[in-house]
């Protein structure tokens, strides 16, 4: 069946492709709120509507299985069949803001009334409260047990030690969901707002590179990367991770938008990371030899670069994958907010993502995106040349890589001339609902068709194409990422609204209106 799904699909991309995409991705002249109002939705048929709801109820029900009820915490994960026999044992801040966020889309949806919503809710909030945390930073740890709100120190599916960890990402994304839920219900947004004003962002900012770093460990983890310092007068140094998050299209933006928002990280700081890297031989490590200029915003010099892919020129992520391109716009309005850069980026990097899938690997499919392997255990996986990264995250299972040339500075291999077993997750196919909405329903219906990729807690996590095996599992991030899609879909982007007003809209919104991607169409 992937055969004629390709053969139907692929005379259709070309010319979809280019509609798609807003007048100013294109190389024509138009005017900015243009282009921002052709990357914002399209009308939902009743059908299409009829159909985005079925799938947030199956959803929903997996969340309903996951949570456990006395704590309101989210189980990492479950089996395919939603026996609480299968969760794992687990759970993170990413988790629970994605508990809550889809707890408030499941109201706004009519999944739940307003009352069961409020204690789900309140349960979770009275838990997150009393979570061991590190306080100087109010920042929370990795791993938690979801019985009990324990901090984690082993590994429930291994038994390997644990050293409790700070990640700048996760607690990004469960201040989101705080940040949301204070919003969206007002009698609790006192409870929300307690946890959520406490978390210091500007502890991870590094002021000498005018990066965020990926994390701290508050005890010594005895590994020589890890860097003492102290960035935010904490009182005693913490152990930063070695490196810092460099590129600027990854989802830890997230932490970034809003240290911003709230001044604990300074505004220059969203020009301080990577477009693409400069176009020297220093960088030629990276994947390909980058197209762009150097422009200066807020005093800080920039290299707003992008990556050719395919007669596109697109501002890469780090590997090339979908979430780390678009679950950030979930919540935040960035096509809006800056028309000359994400929204012309987003919808180019969606058609990449479509390019790969239906043309250039042909699998008759598309969205690429860590998951869980279908094989077992957790992976990443991209469009390696829309990443960074020299290796990139790869499609398919054998890791297919392309070798790209570095002109001037070294040599590649020729392209592949077959992909093997590609593995897409639905998840990507519901961020790219706003920017490419026929190709995204298509996908997903005919993922739902052609494997055995629907249970009762909507689509499994992941689909080998060519072998037709399907990773039987539900995650708590990819599931919270279709639910705050479908929020968006059904309840007039209730998830954006909630989240992107106030603040955040008052200091990064400009920051965004300054700039203007190397992107478009050769």
Known sequence: MSRIRTTLATGAVAALAFAALPASATGATSAPDAAAQSTSGTTTSGKDRRQLQAWAADTWRSFEAMVDEETGLPDDNIGGDLDPASRGGYTSPTNIGAYLWSTVVARDTGLIDRREARERLATTLDTVAGL?????????YNWYDPATGAKLLTFPTSGDPIKPFLSSVDNGWLATGLLLTARAEPSLARAADAVREDMDFGCYYDPAQNQIRGGFWDVDPQETAP???DYCEMGADVWYTGHHYGAFNTEPRIASYLGIAEGQIPAEHYFGT??????TCDWSWTETRPVGQWAEHLGVPVFEGALPYRGMRVVPTWGGSMFEALMVPLFVPEETWGPRSWGRNHPLYVQGQIEHGLREAD????G???????AGGYRE??????GLDGPGYTSDQERTTVDQPYEGCREGSPAPTEYGDGVVTPHA????????HGDAMANLRNIAEDFDAYGPGGFYDAVAV?????SQRYLSLDQGMIMAALGNELADDAVRRYVSRGDLEREVRPLMAMETFAVGRD
Do not use: C, I
């Open 132 to 140: 061991e945390k590190h306080e100087p930073s109010g920042m929370f």
């Open 227 to 229: 860097v003492a310092g």
């Open 274 to 279: 990577y477009r693409t890297f400069p176009d």
């Open 363 to 366: 699998y008759g499919y598309w």
């Open 368 to 374: 690429f995106s860590p998951s869980n392997n279908p």
């Open 381 to 386: 996986y991209g469009v390696d040349q829309l």
């Open 429 to 436: 196919s519901f961020l790219a609902l706003r920017y490419a």
């Open 466 to 470: 060519r072998s037709g095996q399907v």
